[in-house]
Nanobody
Framework: QVQLVESGGGLVQAGGSLRLSCAAS????????MGWVRQAPGKGREFVATINWTGKNTWYTDSVKGRFTISRDNAKSMVFLQMNSLKPEDTAVYYC????????????????WGQGTQVTVSS
C-alpha cells in the first residue's frame, strides 16, 4: 500500500501561482511513476502531468504545457506540481496518483490515489 497526502491548494487570482505537494508513505516511493489528476466542477477526471521514477521523463496535457512543472524528490518521498500563470479553467480538485508507467494516462491503471486538494482560480 501507498498512502498519498496532498497539500498546497487554495484560492489564487488568475495569473498567480501555486505549488502543490504530495507526500507518500508506505511502499518504496521510487518504485512508482507519479502523476497529478484533476477534476473540475461538473467534469470527469483528467491527467494533468506525470513523471517517471527517476524524474527525467515527464508528460503534460496540452492545456498546461509551459505553465505547470511536475517534479519529485525520492529522498523525501514527495512529488510536486508547480502551477504558474493560473487560469480560471484550472479550478479543480487536484489528486496525486501513483502508477507503474509514467506514460500511462488511463485513469483505470492508477494504483493509488490521494484524497485531493482544492485549487480555485478567480478571474
Amino acid at each position: 500500500q501507498v498512502q498519498l497526502v496532498e497539500s498546497g491548494g487554495g484560492l489564487v487570482q488568475a495569473g498567480g501561482s501555486l505549488r502543490l505537494s504530495c507526500a507518500a508513505s508506505g511502499r518504496t516511493f521510487s518504485n512508482y511513476a507519479m502523476g497529478w489528476v484533476r477534476q473540475a466542477p461538473g467534469k470527469g477526471r483528467e491527467f494533468v502531468a506525470t513523471i517517471n521514477w527517476t524524474g527525467k521523463n515527464t508528460w503534460y496535457t496540452d492545456s498546461v504545457k509551459g505553465r505547470f512543472t511536475i517534479s519529485r524528490d525520492n529522498a523525501k518521498s514527495m512529488v510536486f506540481l508547480q502551477m504558474n500563470s493560473l487560469k480560471p479553467e484550472d479550478t479543480a480538485v487536484y489528486y496525486c496518483a501513483a502508477q507503474e508507467q509514467y506514460y500511462n494516462t488511463d485513469l483505470r491503471k492508477i494504483q493509488y490515489w490521494g484524497q485531493g486538494t482544492q485549487v480555485t482560480v478567480s478571474s
